[in-house]
T-cell receptor, first 114, second 113 residues
Framework: KNQVEQSPQSLIILEGKNCTLQ??????????LRWYKQDTGRGPVSLTI?????NTKSNGRYTATLDADTKQSSLHITASQLSDSASYIC?????????????FGTGTQLKVEL | DTEVTQTPKHLVMGMTNKKSLKCEQH?????MYWYKQKAKKPPELMFV???????INESVPSRFSPECPNSSLLNLHLHALQPEDSALYLC????????????FGSGTRLTVV
């Protein structure tokens, strides 16, 4: 069964600190892996996208890594800000004949405090 | 234009009402999607349109009726909904094939009373 598991489920950190979110997946065949940020009541916003041949991808203070052999990914957030408070969702894509089908993780709820 | 635009942003409807959600993109994407998302849960795929044809229907009740009038527009017609259908409804689009540029709209917050 195609699954995406994320940890931790929730996380509270102080502003300015770094944090790392984890994602393990069993989706096959693998097309790409994406990290999204979703504010409450809003649509997900893409942070990074990686194919199986890519090991790391950065977007400002966000750096994602991918190990396709162990089927693990991480999202590292540097120098956190209050605006980073959101749900972070790991999404693995497989290509079907009718369009890309995404398998979503359950997300990590991040709260950044003063 | 790199956005997926959804209207309305909020909708409250009674169980006997008929309403429609709208989604528009001008990125030349040929795959469009409807998702339903309950609070603190990941989005659940409802429908996929590929080249304006319905390609995936994830066993969605018939009170939800999708429509793709052209390559830029996607509608979701709602009729006789139940309170448990209250959720955030997300539209997304992507390039056909590799799924490049998979982009979500900001959603419609639907409340059924």
């Amino acid at each position: 069964k195609n699954q995406v598991e994320q940890s931790p489920q929730s996380l509270i950190i102080l502003e300015g600190k770094n944090c790392t979110l984890q994602c393990n997946y069993t989706v096959s065949p693998f097309s790409n892996l994406r990290w999204y940020k979703q504010d409450t009541g809003r649509g997900p916003v893409s942070l990074t996208i990686m194919t199986f041949s890519e090991n790391t991808k950065s977007n400002g203070r966000y750096t994602a890594t991918l190990d396709a052999d162990t089927k693990q990914s991480s999202l590292h957030i540097t120098a956190s800000q209050l605006s980073d408070s959101a749900s972070y969702i790991c999404v693995v894509s497989l290509h079907t004949g009718g369009g890309n089908k995404l398998t979503f993780g359950t997300g990590t709820q991040l709260k950044v405090e003063l | 234009d790199t956005e997926v635009t959804q209207t309305p942003k909020h909708l409250v409807m009674g169980m006997t009402n008929k309403k429609s959600l709208k989604c528009e993109q001008h990125m030349g994407h040929r795959a469009m999607y409807w998702y339903k998302q309950k609070a603190k849960k990941p989005p659940e795929l409802m429908f996929v349109y590929s080249y304006e044809k319905l390609s995936i229907n994830e066993s969605v009740p018939s009170r939800f009726s999708p429509e793709c009038p052209n390559s830029s527009l996607l509608n979701l017609h709602l009729h006789a909904l139940q309170p448990e259908d209250s959720a955030l409804y997300l539209c997304a689009s992507s390039q056909e094939g590799r799924g490049d540029g998979y982009t979500f709209g900001s959603g419609t917050r639907l409340t059924v009373v």
